[in-house]
């Protein structure tokens, strides 16, 4: 029996664990130089859950963990999330993104059909550009939304489910792929499909319980 991914207009992929794992400390650096700079707080985000989480609420909840209130939080955020860009803009070249197992020959697939393709990152756009871009995968997306103006994952699914219905019409449908449970969660909460891979951190069976619409354990199980 093959497996075939839900049917839709378009296809809107979550970055970390899902189109590619980074195996560098280009991101981690940064936050931890952007918490140093605006807050003057020595941290990292170890610690913090941070798997499924966008790099808004991520801050949020390091600097919460080390007594900084939420109006000094709000205050100096525009100045951290300058310092995460500038320094993942300056620390590009150490990108190193490996590509999920099935990923290029599946993003071939779908654009071969005519699917519209996206991005949907809880990544500042600095940050989910830069990595795509790095692992050669940029050329497959029309669009992208990021956690810059926008600290919730659904919030972030909305965007792109309102972008897919400006191109596409009011009744064009809207496929995620994701790697967490928060994923499977935002989408279910905007109303929106989704296939679960267990390709990041979270396993199998962890994906499963939360009800997407597919799980796999990479996007390699649909090519065979
Ligand atoms: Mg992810």
Do not use: W
Request: charged share 20%; with cysteine.
């Amino acid at each position: 029996m093959s497996i075939s991914f839900p049917l839709a207009d378009a296809y809107v992929f979550d970055i970390d664990g899902t189109l590619l794992v980074a195996r560098d400390l280009v991101h981690y650096n940064a936050m931890h130089q952007a918490m140093l700079e605006a807050y003057g707080i020595n941290t990292t985000i170890d610690g913090i859950p941070y798997h499924g989480m966008t790099d808004l609420s991520i801050l949020r909840a390091t600097l919460a963990r080390e007594g900084i209130e939420d109006g000094v939080f709000e205050a100096s955020l525009p100045k951290a999330l300058e310092v995460v860009c500038r320094e993942v803009d300056a620390n590009r070249a150490k990108i190193r993104p490996q590509v999920c197992p099935g990923i290029p020959a599946l993003l071939d697939k779908l654009s071969g059909q005519g699917r519209l393709m996206g991005v949907a990152s809880g990544n500042l756009e600095t940050v989910g550009r830069h990595k795509i871009e790095t692992a050669g995968l940029r050329k497959y997306f029309a669009f992208g939304y990021y956690s810059d103006r926008c600290e919730t994952r659904s919030g972030i699914f909305q965007n792109a489910v309102n972008h897919v219905k400006g191109e596409l019409g009011a009744s064009a449908t809207t496929c995620f792929v994701g790697d967490t449970p928060a994923d499977v969660r935002a989408a279910r909460e905007i109303g929106a499909q989704i296939v679960a891979v267990a390709s990041g951190t979270f396993g199998i069976e962890e994906l499963r319980a939360c009800g997407p619409d597919l799980c796999l354990q990479h996007c390699e199980e649909l090519l065979r």
